[in-house]
């Protein structure tokens, strides 16, 4: 069964500080996709970043990165210089055959002026 | 349309009650998802169309949960005989679809459902 985890319910940031949140998953198979999810108040969930895990190299958006790890099956989201409009709930997914998704339960981020 | 529009926005109902929930997708996307997200919880996925027909709908958590695409674009998730336990923003999301979809899924703002 495929199962997603993050283990940090809130996690808090200084503004133009660092910050990762992480996630792991469970899965048997070899090929498939993982991604992080922001949703604001608004309750509008919106793609953050998308990794493939038959690439190796490590996912980067501007301010986001990945850190992949398809032995250990985590993937940890970086968010660089952090900035008040990033304050919500993130979320991990995994897809393997792209038309089911697996979210975890949440991390929610506080950026702190 | 520009986004995925859901209605209504909040619906409040009694135990019992009938209940339906509108999907309008982007347009052009073929898939269409629906997703269950209770309070500290991650979306739970409900069912999946690609076109006019459930691809997959083993999400959906018993016989009083119905939903149906007939055109291949608004969905129409039904609820019958209300339970509280169903209270829950009940989110959409398209996609372009097609085979293996390796994009993103383009969510609405939701749909929140109190049952009370």
Redesign the interface.
């Known amino acids: 069964a495929q199962t997603?985890t993050?283990s940090q319910p809130e996690m808090s940031v200084q503004e133009a500080e660092t910050v990762t949140l992480s996630c792991t998953y469970d899965t048997s198979e070899s090929d498939y996709?993982l991604?992080w999810?922001k949703q604001p108040p608004?309750?509008?969930?919106?793609?953050v970043i998308?990794q493939?895990a038959y690439k190796q190299q490590n996912a980067t958006e501007n301010r986001f990165s990945v850190n992949f790890q398809k032995a250990a099956k985590s993937f940890s989201l970086k968010i660089s210089d952090s900035q008040l409009g990033d304050a919500a709930m993130y979320?991990c997914?995994y897809?393997f055959?792209?038309?089911?998704?697996?979210?975890?339960?949440?991390t929610s981020l506080t950026v702190i002026p | 349309g520009a986004g995925v529009s859901q209605t209504p926005s909040n619906k409040v109902t009694e135990k019992g009650k009938y209940v339906e929930l509108r999907c309008d997708p982007i347009s052009g996307h073929t898939a269409l998802y629906w997703y269950r997200q209770s309070l500290g919880q991650g979306p739970e996925f409900l069912i999946y169309f690609q076109g006019t027909g459930a691809a997959d709908d083993s999400g959906l958590p018993n016989d009083r949960f119905f939903a149906v695409r007939p055109e291949g674009s608004v969905s129409t998730l039904k609820i019958q005989r209300t339970e509280r336990g169903d209270s829950a923003v009940y989110l959409c999301a398209s996609s372009l679809g097609g085979g293996k979809n390796t994009g993103e899924l383009f969510f609405g703002e939701g749909s929140r459902l109190t049952v009370l």
């Open positions: 997603v993050q996709y991604f999810y608004s309750r509008q969930m919106i793609l998308r493939e979320f997914a897809s055959t792209g038309n089911q998704f697996y979210f975890g339960t949440g």
